[in-house]
């Protein structure tokens, strides 16, 4: 009886260890069926965009989301609202040190920490994201639909660029920019699709 209690009690060990390891079924997302679309504002506007992702993956059992990454390709930055030269300057701008130096960094990585389930396929989502080699902690809320075998995730973040030691044009470093002004804050619109 003593060594069929813990004959049992050793699997269940095994049992809890193994799902810690792997909590969740990787999805891999379909890059090329995903979207990253940024907005970008300044005291006189703002500007559009896209940037493309190089991978990542969703960890989902049962249906519920339980975690995930995914990598941004930040060479492939691209201005929507400009045409031509000006759109050519405007990305040349961006990839360039003075933002996110892709030259030197040319990843950015969100990993999801803690994704809590709120009801209707909607998660309070932790994350830690890494911008020019700097990572900080982000929240945000995330859908999670299902169509088949696939999933859909997608989510509205507004991340500060100033966190990653992107700051020009920012009135937070510099005095008296006036209309050049461009403010901290810019958002990251996330539609992801598995494979």
Known sequence: MTKLF???LLTASFAIAAHAENPGNDS???VTA???EWTGRKVTGKHTGTVNLKEGSLQIKDGFLLGGSFVIDMPTV???DLQGEY???LEGHLKSDDFFGVDAHPTATLVITQANAKGDGLYEVKANLTIKGTTQPISFNTQV???GKKYKATSNITIDRTLFNVKYGSGK???DLGDTTIYDEFDL???LVTM
Do not use: D, H, M, R
């Open 189 to 191: 619109k996330v539609t």
């Open 28 to 30: 891999k997302i379909n």
């Open 78 to 80: 691209k201005c929507t």
């Open 34 to 36: 995903s979207t990253l």
């Open 173 to 175: 470093f510099y005095e």
């Open 145 to 147: 639909t299902q169509e």
């Open 6 to 8: 813990f004959s049992l």
């Open 87 to 89: 759109a050519g300057k």
